[in-house]
């Protein structure tokens, strides 16, 4: 089977720079396995890799489609094998479980065009619950509710996928687990640098877009008199924590990674010499 290498965690956790030093040390590539950082838009929100930053090493799937274009998990599962295949050591970096999860395991989608009912979101969730009433889903989050009502439409309920923990790959899945004082901290530090980047102008920039994206949305509320700015800045934290913990309890309970401590002085060397052996390994 084809080995690859898999990133995963938190934001701010450190998955860049380790997925640039495992690159140049195994001569491998990498492929985004964040959802937003699809969207050539999304680029100072979404803690995007700028190209200095990549030192040399070769990146797949980044600012791939503008947020005009309908661009779901089925066409990243797609696009995501196909990468696989072309490359000799792929790298998926990222933190989007679903994505990562369907491009590695062997989730079966239906093709669709995107063009149903425009109807409520309460309509398309109440079209759920009669139609695919075994399925868990987060209530909050209306990109995932939009997907399961296009799936279901297609002919496809979610909670039947058949196979989603049969491997495609041989996979070496590496979890970078950080305490989550720690993990605030480095928030709050990120925000500040987004900011003087101008993460405030980029959201302005987009308001005609849905922008449910934690860090555009509180922004924009902020731009529609909806927040003060210092509420946004507070709520983009907290809906950050909270994703983080329900993320890190995904990743554990689907994918069974191998979890190494952010915070370890050894950690680029350890994860080097593990996945040495995994790539020599028969």
């Known amino acids: 089977m084809k080995k690859v290498i898999c990133i995963m965690g938190p934001t701010a956790s450190g998955k860049t720079k380790l997925s ?31 190209d200095e930053e990549m030192d040399g090493v070769k990146h797949h799937l980044l600012s791939i489609k503008s947020m005009d274009e309908d661009y779901t998990v089925y066409h990243f599962q797609k696009d995501a094998r196909e990468k696989i295949d072309e490359i000799t050591t792929p790298i998926i970096c990222g933190g989007s ?24 979101l309460e309509e398309k969730l109440k079209f759920i619950q009669e139609n695919d009433p075994e399925l868990t889903l987060d209530l909050s989050n209306e990109r995932r509710i939009e997907s399961a009502y296009r ?45 003087e980047e101008g993460f405030l102008a980029e959201t302005q920039a987009l308001m005609n877009y849905d ?19 210092e509420e946004a800045k507070e709520e983009i934290i907290k809906t950050s924590m909270r994703f983080a913990k329900r993320q890190k309890t995904w990743f554990m309970n689907q994918m069974k990674p191998h979890v190494y401590d952010a915070l370890s002085t050894n950690l680029i060397e350890d994860v080097k010499k593990d996945v040495i052996k995994f790539l020599k390994d028969n």
Not at 163 to 177: A, G, H, S
């Open 151 to 195: 799936n279901i439409k297609s002919g496809f309920l979610r909670s039947e996928k058949k196979n989603k923990d049969v491997p495609l790959y041989d996979i070496y899945l590496i979890y970078l687990d950080l305490d989550r004082t720690i993990l605030k901290e480095r928030l709050y530090r990120r925000l500040d640098i987004m900011f």
């Open 97 to 120: 479980g679903l994505y990562i999860k369907a491009a590695l395991y062997d989730y079966e989608f239906e093709s669709f065009d995107g063009k149903f009912d425009d109807v409520s």
């Open 211 to 229: 922008l449910n994206i934690i860090g555009y949305r509180e922004l924009k509320k902020y731009l529609l008199g909806e927040y003060s700015l």
């Open 20 to 50: 640039i030093e495992l690159a140049k040390a195994i001569q491998g590539e990498i492929i985004n396995g964040d959802a937003v950082q699809i969207f050539k838009e999304l680029n100072i929100g979404s803690a995007k890799i700028k």
